[in-house]
C-alpha cells in the first residue's frame, strides 16, 4: 500500500511550457484533490474530485486543468507554465466523496518556472 | 473569504515547556476542523479531528485540541514540547467540500 505518490519530485520549466503533475492513489478513496503551497499563505486547493468523472474549482484554479477518469488518478495539467506558478504542490485523497474525512497527502512536487 | 486564521506565524518553545497554537474559524455551521503538522520539507500528517461531540479531542503524538464554539476557536495543545515537535503546523476547516488552510504557524523548539 504505496498511499499517495506523486510524480516528479521536481521539476524546472521555462515559462509557456505545458506539464503535467502526476497523482495516483491505492487506497480506493472517492475524494482527491491538489493543493498548492506557498510561503506564508499555507496551502490553497486548486481543483478538486468527488469521483471519477468529477471534478470541480477550488480555491486558485486558474492556469491549471485536471481530469478524473480512473478512482485511482488525477493529474494536473498546467497549460502555459508563469513563474507566478513556482510553488510546492501536493495531492492528497480522501475516502469520502464530501472530503470531510482525514485527507492523505503525498510528498509533494517542487516546480519552479523561470 | 478566509475561512481559517492562525495569528501566531512562529513560536518559540524550550524543550519540555507547554505548547499552544491558536486556531480561529469563520463558518456558522458546526465546522469540520483538522490540525495538520509539516515537517521540513515533507507531506502534511494529520494530528487530530473534530467533527462532533466531546469538544476536547485527543491526537497523535500527544496533542490534544479543544473546540470552543462561542469563540469560534479550536487551540492545539501539547504539554511538553520534544525537539521533534519542531515544525510547521496548520490548521484546516472543510467547508463544501473544501479544505481551507489557515497560514501556518511555524514551531522552534529551543534545547
Known amino acids: 500500500n504505496a498511499g499517495v505518490t506523486q510524480t516528479p519530485k521536481f521539476q524546472v520549466l521555462k515559462t509557456g511550457q505545458s506539464m503535467t503533475l502526476q497523482c495516483a492513489q491505492d487506497?480506493?478513496?472517492?475524494?482527491m484533490s491538489w493543493y498548492r503551497q506557498d510561503p506564508g499563505m499555507g496551502l490553497r486547493l486548486i481543483h478538486y474530485?468527488?469521483?471519477?468523472?468529477?471534478?470541480d474549482q477550488g480555491e486558485v484554479p486558474n492556469g491549471y486543468n485536471v481530469s478524473r477518469s480512473t478512482t485511482e488518478d488525477f493529474p494536473l495539467r498546467l497549460l502555459s507554465a508563469a513563474p507566478s506558478q513556482t510553488s510546492v504542490y501536493f495531492c492528497?485523497?480522501?475516502?469520502?466523496?464530501?472530503?470531510?474525512?482525514?485527507?492523505?497527502f503525498g510528498p509533494g512536487t517542487r516546480l519552479t518556472v523561470t | 473569504a478566509q475561512s481559517v486564521t492562525q495569528p501566531d506565524i512562529h513560536i518559540t518553545v524550550s524543550e519540555g515547556a507547554s505548547l499552544e497554537l491558536r486556531c480561529n474559524y469563520s463558518?456558522?455551521?458546526?465546522?469540520?476542523l483538522f490540525w495538520y503538522v509539516q515537517s521540513p520539507g515533507q507531506g502534511l500528517q494529520l494530528l487530530l479531528k473534530?467533527?462532533?461531540?466531546?469538544?476536547l479531542v485527543q491526537g497523535i503524538k500527544g496533542f490534544e485540541a479543544e473546540f470552543k464554539r462561542s469563540q469560534s476557536s479550536f487551540n492545539l495543545r501539547k504539554p511538553s514540547v520534544h525537539w521533534s515537535d519542531a515544525a510547521e503546523y496548520f490548521c484546516?476547516?472543510?467547508?463544501?467540500?473544501?479544505?481551507?488552510f489557515g497560514a501556518g504557524t511555524t514551531v522552534t523548539v529551543r534545547a
Open positions: 492528497a485523497s480522501s475516502r469520502d466523496g464530501s472530503g470531510s474525512y482525514e485527507q492523505y
Open positions: 487506497m480506493n478513496h472517492e475524494y
Open positions: 474530485s468527488v469521483g471519477a468523472g468529477i471534478t
Open positions: 463558518y456558522g455551521a458546526t465546522p469540520y
Open positions: 473534530y467533527f462532533s461531540g466531546d469538544t
Open positions: 484546516a476547516v472543510v467547508v463544501d467540500y473544501k479544505l481551507s
